[in-house]
């Protein structure tokens, strides 16, 4: 498969997206991969960046992170409610004190899980507007980034490709989505499906940035996915797993059937402009 040439681009940005990446990712896939008869599975997708890049005939797709999902199926479900709404949030983040209150609003309806259409609004309007596009809670789970700002001081301007949201409507139709830890995903994975994986990054450095939500990924939930791998692998599935070249990584994810390859990347997301880094990353396959 090759990647669309009107390609539908992730519509949120988020911390180790792959959008990019995902082009060079597109020569590894298995090759008895059969898009047409098996799924694509991504059980951490984030933006989905490499999802958007393949435009898969049919997949799962899913998430720990509850409001991204809702916002995904807002998309799927109700996109032209959902652009109206974001048409007035275009209009009306003229300062500072109105993305306040829509962080607080945000905030409020999470924790009553109420009113998904507004939720998923506030998700993207917020992801938009906010420092570096970061998505990041504090120990209650409430979001908590400040807004962002141009270097001459002006609030960055809400823009949203709402073509782009448009052709992700479309393309999600063939897509289920679902709200969970990726353990759960095993039932779904069939012989000669691919799962990609992209679990948060094992830190290179002090300041690398892992952290999507109250709960943190550590050494052990590293351990504890390299487990769930074998078991796509004992199902006869295909994987390919992303993350930092550290020797962490290297020998958490070493088995004798797998294959350990390496990229230089420029990471996306850091606290400064300046700290952003050539980064190694590596990608573990079971083919
Ligand atoms: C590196 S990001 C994925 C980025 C994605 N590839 C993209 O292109 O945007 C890691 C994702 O894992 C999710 N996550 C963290 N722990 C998880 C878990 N236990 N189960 C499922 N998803 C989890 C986070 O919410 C985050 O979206």
Redesign the pocket.
Known sequence: MKSNDIATK?F?K??????KL?EQFLDHLPRNFNPHKNKFI???????????RLSPNNAYL????KN?ITTYQMVQNDVERLISKLEEYKKLHIDEDFFKEQKKLYNDLSKKGKNNLEIAALFIYLNKTCFNGL?RENKSGEFNVPVGRKSNGELLPMSVDMENLRKVNKLLQNVELAC????QCLKEVKQGDFV?I????IPIDKVSF?Q??K?D?GLE?HIK?SNFLEKISDKGAFFML?NSDTENTRKLYHRDAWRIEKFDVSRSIASKAKNRVKAKELIIKNY
């Open positions: 992730p949120i988020w911390a180790g997206g792959k959008f995902a991504e059980p951490m997708v984030g933006s989905g960046g490499f999802f958007f899913s998430d720990i992170n991204l998505y969970h830890s990726y353990e990609y992209d679990p948060p990054y892992t999507y939500s709960n990924f939930d996915l992303s």
